[in-house]
């Protein structure tokens, strides 16, 4: 008996940075958030070089997101399975080395590290004030889903 099979491949729609998290919006409407421990090329980077993003397709047609000045490479797919980077420690380490220096606010140029961003510190101010609220993440997030749900049923009326 033959059974016949669709293959759909998750298409990437847009990526977006939090303070410690990747966020992949799928093109079906899926988020999926990924910690940015997972990806150690994305931790502690500008968010000039985060936001360098771009979408390619592998051999098979698959999405994977890339980001050139980094080297890396995270196909969809992985994502949604919750695969973790598989780059060696020993990999990062050169590549990370290989990486210009950048000079702390005291002036001292320290490998792989950085002052915090402006968007951090936001980051955290809000952060704070949900707490305040009694605001979860998970609240907002319900509350992002449930925006998503109402303007995908205005554009399909």
């Known amino acids: 008996?033959?059974?016949?099979?669709?293959?759909?491949?998750?298409?990437?729609?847009h990526v977006i940075f939090t303070r410690d998290k990747?966020?992949?919006?799928?093109?079906?409407?899926?988020i999926v958030l990924i910690p940015l421990e997972w990806y150690p090329r994305l931790l502690d980077v500008t968010a000039a070089e985060r936001a360098d993003w771009?979408?390619?397709?592998?051999?098979?047609?698959?999405?994977?997101?890339?980001?050139?000045?980094?080297d890396e490479l995270i196909p969809a797919i992985a994502l949604l399975s919750g695969v973790r980077s598989r780059e060696s420690q020993r990999s990062f380490d050169?590549?990370?080395?290989?990486?210009?220096?950048?000079?702390?606010?005291?002036?001292?140029?320290?490998?792989?590290?950085?002052?915090?961003?402006?968007?951090?510190?936001?980051?955290?101010e809000f952060t704070k004030k949900m707490e305040e609220a009694g605001v979860t993440l998970e609240d907002l997030l319900d509350g992002l889903d449930d925006v998503r749900e109402e303007l995908w049923a205005e554009r399909n009326r």
């Not at 966020?23 to 409407?29: M, R």
């Not at 590549?95 to 320290?110: S, Y």
Request: proline content about 7%.
């Open 22 to 30: 990747l966020s992949v919006e799928i093109a079906d409407g899926r």
């Open 1 to 13: 008996m033959t059974i016949a099979t669709i293959e759909v491949q998750p298409r990437v729609a």
């Open 94 to 124: 050169q590549w990370l080395a290989a990486r210009p220096a950048v000079v702390q606010p005291q002036g001292t140029p320290v490998k792989g590290l950085r002052r915090p961003l402006k968007v951090d510190l936001l980051a955290d």
């Open 54 to 70: 771009r979408v390619m397709e592998d051999s098979d047609g698959r999405d994977i997101i890339f980001w050139e000045q980094l």
